[in-house]
């Protein structure tokens, strides 16, 4: 699939990548969902841009992280926003992907608070760890961090499986 | 004088009803600046049935067989399986390879000759169709372009070279068999 194009803007400490997401969600009652596209990564720290993408390329839906607040923008012009990130993604795939936690696992590290497990691979990079209900699988790295990220959360009414591959990316 | 692009679009829904090629998919914003470009190849069969296999930078197969729509990334580990008209309805892939009424679900426009092709622009009816527009150069009644804008202003741009018509595709073509240990999603 054509994943989104970098997201411009050169501030700096801006983090970009894009690549491709695999979303799955199990439902208790045996259901299962999932959907598959590309993504846009524009984090300058303070303001976080996620592009998300159909297969043939055509960006699906924006979501703008600012400080307290979350703005989803579709491609039909549809415009929300909520205290945080996750849900509004929710509204657009049909499962949540933890996008502040992936503000800092993108990076290679935990976010601040509470982390349980955490491991390291041979070249001393955060391997695994758990966080904010997630278990997430770090592999991959290159110069920026990983390039292949498995994340899972087990709810009562549902077992998510979030998997994202890095095709590109920089830092400036 | 060359047909207008609708005129060429009719002829080739009528003329083709399979051909197969190869692709080159770039994405990019309004200037252009964009990421390395996937190349692939693709076939399709009225009505319905069509592959697009993206091959570089990593791997990636769209294949329908006219009844349900398969996604495979090697890479996301998965399949989903899905219905084809949930999906295709207004894609540009039902422009090419599909087999309705064109005009039910777009509204076509011709537009001026560029780049040495006969141009005409799809906009789709419906508001959430999830691009703005597409517009597809046309040469011998055969498409050789396909520029997608999307509504945040991303155009993805998809060369075709290589076109065989009506090649002999054998029945196999559009099949699909998830590899074995791969996650498949099957979704109404």
């Known amino acids: 699939c054509a994943t989104p194009q970098k997201i411009g803007g050169s501030e700096q400490g801006t983090f970009e990548r894009?690549?491709?997401?695999?979303?799955?969600?199990?439902?208790?009652?045996?259901?299962?969902?999932a959907v598959q596209g590309g993504f846009a990564w524009h984090d300058t720290g303070r303001v976080l841009t996620l592009d998300l993408a159909n297969p043939l390329g055509s960006t699906l839906a924006r979501v703008t992280v600012e400080p307290g607040r979350a703005t989803l923008l579709r491609s039909n012009g549809e415009r929300e926003q909520a205290p945080d990130?996750?849900?509004?993604?929710?509204?657009?795939?049909?499962?949540?992907?933890?996008?502040?936690?992936l503000r800092h696992w993108l990076q290679g590290r935990a976010a601040p608070g509470g982390v349980a497990s955490a491991q390291k691979d041979g070249a001393g990079r955060l391997a695994s760890f758990a966080q904010d209900g997630w278990r997430a699988q770090l592999s991959r790295y290159d110069a920026l961090g990983p390039q292949l990220l498995q994340l899972n959360r087990n709810d009562a009414?549902?077992?998510?499986?979030?998997?994202?591959?890095?095709?590109?990316g920089q830092a400036k | 004088w060359p047909a207008s692009g609708t005129q060429q679009l009719r002829d080739f829904v009528a003329q083709v009803q399979s051909a197969s090629g190869r692709f080159t998919q770039q994405a990019g914003d309004r200037q252009g600046a964009?990421?390395?470009?996937?190349?692939?190849e693709f076939?399709?069969?009225?009505?319905?049935?069509?592959?697009?296999?993206?091959?570089?930078?990593?791997?990636?197969?769209?294949?329908?067989?006219?009844?349900?729509?398969?996604?495979?990334?090697?890479?996301?580990?998965?399949?989903?399986?899905?219905n084809v008209d949930q999906s295709i309805g207004a894609?540009?892939?039902?422009?090419?390879?599909?087999?309705?009424?064109?005009?039910?679900?777009?509204?076509?426009?011709?537009?001026?000759?560029?780049?040495?092709?006969?141009?005409?622009?799809?906009?789709?009816?419906?508001?959430?169709?999830?691009?703005?527009?597409v517009e597809?150069?046309?040469?011998?009644?055969?498409?050789?372009?396909?520029?997608?804008?999307?509504?945040?202003?991303?155009?993805?741009?998809?060369?075709l070279t290589d076109i065989r018509a009506n090649?002999?595709?054998?029945?196999a073509a559009f099949k699909f068999t998830p590899p074995p240990g791969v996650d498949v999603v099957k979704m109404q």
Request: proline share 8%; charged share 25%.
């Open chain 1, 18 to 33: 894009t690549g491709r997401f695999a979303l799955t969600v199990n439902h208790a009652g045996g259901g299962q969902e």
């Open chain 2, 34 to 40: 964009g990421k390395p470009a996937q190349t692939g």
């Open chain 2, 91 to 133: 894609s540009p892939a039902a422009i090419l390879f599909g087999s309705g009424a064109l005009e039910d679900v777009f509204e076509l426009q011709d537009l001026p000759p560029r780049d040495g092709l006969e141009w005409l622009r799809a906009k789709p009816r419906s508001a959430d169709a999830g691009f703005t527009h």
């Open chain 2, 43 to 82: 076939s399709f069969q009225r009505p319905g049935k069509f592959k697009w296999d993206v091959r570089k930078p990593y791997e990636q197969l769209i294949i329908s067989d006219g009844k349900r729509l398969y996604q495979y990334d090697p890479d996301l580990a998965q399949v989903t399986e899905r």
């Open chain 2, 167 to 171: 090649p002999k595709l054998d029945a």
């Open chain 1, 157 to 168: 009414q549902r077992r998510i499986s979030v998997r994202l591959v890095i095709d590109d």
């Open chain 1, 85 to 101: 990130p996750d849900a509004l993604v929710e509204k657009v795939l049909g499962s949540p992907m933890p996008v502040s936690g």
């Open chain 2, 136 to 159: 597809i150069g046309f040469k011998g009644s055969m498409p050789q372009r396909i520029d997608l804008l999307d509504s945040f202003g991303q155009t993805t741009r998809i060369s």
